[in-house]
């Protein structure tokens, strides 16, 4: 098969390059002059120059295209800008389907997102559950849901399109750390990693872009499917890689309680509106005190189960974040660890 990938020079889109290139498939990768192709070294791919808001040449790359993998999206929320996220997300999409539409495509595969998911406590949300947060404090994942409107609409007019909704993703390749803060935070704060009392749902980068091949080949035109491995609460979450690092595990005192976040998300909110950037938005506190938790059955019945437990995947993780210099001992980190070794905190194994 000939296969697009638009986002295949960021973390999600380059392991869909390898998978496909390693399955024996052709890949065609849509990416700006000025991109970076750290991600893609080593990997067989023809470049195509453009991107999604590009009509044109988006039309050039579909040419002579089988599978289009559309995995181009502003995912890091919460430093992008809400205008640039919205034309990307959602007009790129509409953009994305229109070209593979006139150029003959067979199957386009959607990178959503879970957080176009609604959240449910009992049971467990899954694909059915309708986006049902708060517009106004979680614009990712409305323009996802908005997305998926515009893949409906070209589903009902016949045109094949297969939706993946990935939760958390970490692994080897995050070069932009996407995710990968909960690795370099509990680096650096080690044992004052402050945690709350909700939970996520998260996998690894390899089985995702396993699934996102599952989808081309087997997949069911105008389903979602949700990937995703582990349900984690932030204490065990944040305790596994605390484990995984050799720090001692976050302390019980530095535990922020549900009360509080309300408060620390307007306060960020304010810092935010007088232009002062913060490691984290206002909507991923009010998350906080959430089990953002998901039911993946169906992605694991019919597009596989995942290959890599979140243990495996967590050492994988911190290994190549240590191997690219991502984990660099500072005078903070150094401060933190004879701290901590004067209070008498110890690092456990995961083993």
């Not at 005192?253 to 810092?271: E, G, K, T």
Request: hydrophobic content about 45%.
């Amino acid at each position: 098969m000939q296969a697009l990938v638009t986002g295949g020079t960021g973390f999600v889109g380059s392991h869909v390059v390898r998978v496909l290139a390693q399955a024996g498939h052709r890949v065609r990768v849509l990416h700006r002059a000025s991109s970076k192709l750290t991600a893609l070294a080593g990997l067989p791919y023809e470049s195509a120059l453009g991107d999604v808001t590009e009509p044109d040449a988006l039309r050039r790359a579909c040419e002579g295209c089988d599978w289009v993998f559309h995995v181009a999206a502003v995912a890091d929320y919460w430093r992008a800008n809400k205008d640039w996220m919205i034309e990307v997300n959602v007009n790129g999409t509409r953009q994305v389907l229109a070209a593979a539409q006139a150029a003959g495509v067979k199957r386009v595969i959607f990178t959503s997102s879970a957080a176009a998911v609604g959240l449910r406590d009992n049971p467990l949300a899954d694909e059915s559950v309708p986006f049902n947060l708060p517009v106004q404090h979680f614009p990712y994942g409305y323009s996802k849901v908005q997305a998926e409107a515009i893949v409906a609409e070209a589903v009902a007019k016949g045109q094949d399109v297969v939706t993946v909704n990935p939760v958390i993703v970490i692994g080897p390749g995050d070069l932009n750390l996407i995710s990968g803060t909960f690795i370099v935070q509990t680096y650096q704060y080690q044992w004052l990693t402050p945690w709350t009392s909700g939970g996520a749902a998260v996998t690894d980068v390899r089985d995702v872009a396993q699934w996102h091949l599952a989808a081309a080949e087997k997949g069911r035109t105008g389903e979602r499917y949700i990937l995703s491995t582990e349900n984690y609460g932030y204490e065990a979450w944040f305790n596994l890689i605390a484990d995984t690092i050799g720090v001692p595990r976050p302390v019980g005192w530095v535990y922020s309680p549900n009360f509080v976040l309300p408060i620390m998300a307007r306060v960020v909110d304010m810092l935010r509106s007088m232009n002062i950037q913060t490691p984290i938005d206002a909507n991923q506190i009010r998350l906080g005190a959430r089990h953002v938790f998901f039911d993946a059955s169906k992605a694991h019945r019919e597009l596989g189960l995942p290959q890599i437990t979140m243990p495996q995947s967590v050492a994988d993780t911190v290994q190549w974040y240590q191997e690219h210099g991502y984990l660099q001992d500072t005078s903070f980190t150094r401060f933190i660890r004879a701290t901590g070794k004067r209070l008498g905190l110890k690092a456990k194994s995961n083993q």
